[in-house]
Structures are given as C-alpha cells and as structure tokens.
C-alpha cells in the first residue's frame, strides 16, 4: 500500500467534527485539503463543532436525571413535608460542599391511591437538594426492593441490601403494597431496623392506615415506625383520574 493511500484512508476513517474541533487551525498538505473538502461544501473550516457547556451541573439538575419523569418537577408543599424537609437542612452537618444530611427523623406519608404521597416524597429530595444539601440518596418502591434483593445466582442481594439500609437518605415507596411472606417480613424489618437504630433519614409512603400497618408489615416494623417517623396523612380524591392526564 503506497503512503498517499494510507494518508487518504487515514482521512477517511477520522469523523469529520473531531477533526474540526481538535484541529481547526493545523497546518500543512493534510489540513489545506480537509480545509479545501469543507469549503466545496459549505463548512467554513474555521468554525469549531458547539463545544458541551461549562457551566456547572448543580445537584439539583443531577438528582433530576434520576427521579422518574413524572416527579421530577415534584415541589413538596404539603407543609408537614416542608417541616420535615427544614427540619434535615437545619440539621445537617457543614462540610467543604455545603452541609451535609445527618441523622434526623423520618417521615411516613399515608394516604389512598392518587393523594400525592410519591409527589411529595420527591418533592422533599429535591427540596433538600435544591437547598444545597449533600446528599447521597436512594429510591425503591417495596416491590422493586423485593425484586432486587432477591436471592438468586452470581448476585450480592446482602450487599444491595446494606447499599439501602446504610444510605443517607432512602425513600421507600409503597411500604406494605406488594405480596408479603415470611421472607420480605423480615427484609423489612432488617431494613427499617437498621435505619431506625442508626436514625437515618427515611421517606416512607404507604397506602396502609395506621390500623393496619401492625397487621402487614408485623410488630416489630410497626413499633420502629411509630417512633421513628413524623406522619401526615394525605386526603382527597384520586389525583390521577381528576386531573387531566400529561
Ligand atoms: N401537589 C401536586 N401538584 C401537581 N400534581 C400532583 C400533586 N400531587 C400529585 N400530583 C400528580 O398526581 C398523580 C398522582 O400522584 P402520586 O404522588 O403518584 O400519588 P400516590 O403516590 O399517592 O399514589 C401524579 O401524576 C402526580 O404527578
Ligand atoms: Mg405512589
């Protein structure tokens, strides 16, 4: 293979836009002819492609990328979760970046289906986020959670249990939704145990009336519950069949 070919093929394989954004103003035989290809189309060579934006990415916007869509513009304005929320800032500990979550009360919200209750768990992340807190945080409704830390082959169910359990700020969607059995029972409660002992912020949303949480989720969890968590009970119609669908 003679050198010009290999020069010409070299051309060929580079992407046009790299070349024009690495090297805009190189000279020589090669960039007079990539120069020359551009301008018999169009491009002025001289232009770079758009450079990725400088600006700095908040924590808000990055918490965002992982909310579901549909609560990623949640605002918490339920004032039992805005207390909540003042009350974990207020408490957080300074630190280079800003202060950081601490141990503090945790918050069950309740309510039938529709009232709002992931919204305004949501709503309170972002809250906290859009505060500047520091914030390491997770999210999993009870059936996902039983999904993933189910045992099966080749993966570490302990380890992604300890990952939600020792997490600075967990929200736990759906307490008491999905199908219990001796075994989630006591997922739960190594769950809410560990978080309870340690005094973890934890956002916990529940369809169950309080009646009923000590029927379902076993003494033990409800015990923890009720001295670990603020409540508020949401009320009103289902909002998904009243409002308008997006
Ligand atoms: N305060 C609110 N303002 C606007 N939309 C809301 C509000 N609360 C809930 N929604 C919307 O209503 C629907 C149901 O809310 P959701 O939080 O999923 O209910 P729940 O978790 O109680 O079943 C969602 O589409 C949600 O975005
Ligand atoms: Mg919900």
Redesign the pocket.
């Known amino acids: 293979m003679d050198k010009s070919h290999r020069r010409r093929s070299s051309l060929r394989r580079r992407p046009l836009t790299a070349t024009l954004t690495r090297e805009p103003h190189r000279v020589g035989p090669l960039a007079d002819r990539l120069n020359g290809i551009l301008a018999s189309r169009g491009i002025d060579p001289g232009v770079t492609a758009e450079e990725p934006s400088a600006e700095p990415v908040t924590a808000l916007e990055l918490a965002d990328a992982r909310i579901p869509a549909?609560?990623r513009r949640?605002?918490a304005?339920q004032p039992q979760v805005t207390a909540w929320a003042d009350e974990i800032a207020c408490a957080g500990r300074p630190g280079p970046g800003g202060p950081g979550i601490a141990e503090g009360p945790s918050l069950l919200i309740a309510?039938p289906?529709?009232?709002?209750?992931?919204?305004?768990a949501y709503g309170a992340v972002r809250d906290l986020l859009s505060r500047g807190v520091r914030l390491r945080w997770e999210a999993t409704t009870t059936a996902d959670l039983h999904a993933r830390i189910r045992p099966r082959a080749g993966h570490d169910a302990e380890r992604d249990l300890q990952t939600l359990a020792r997490c600075p700020l967990l929200l736990l969607d759906d307490l008491g939704a999905a199908k219990t059995s001796e075994w989630t029972e006591e997922l739960t409660y190594r769950l809410i145990n560990h978080r309870y002992e340690h005094m973890l912020p934890t956002l916990i949303?529940t369809n169950l009336p309080t009646a009923e949480l000590r029927a379902t989720l076993g003494d033990r969890v409800a015990s923890r519950l009720a001295e670990m968590t603020e409540r508020v009970v949401?009320t009103g119609p289902d909002?998904?069949r009243t409002?308008p669908a997006?």
Do not use: E, F, M, N
């Not at 289906?113 to 305004?120: C, H, N």
């Open positions: 549909r609560y949640a605002l304005d309510g289906t529709g009232t709002g209750k992931t919204y305004q949303t949401l909002r998904r409002v997006v």
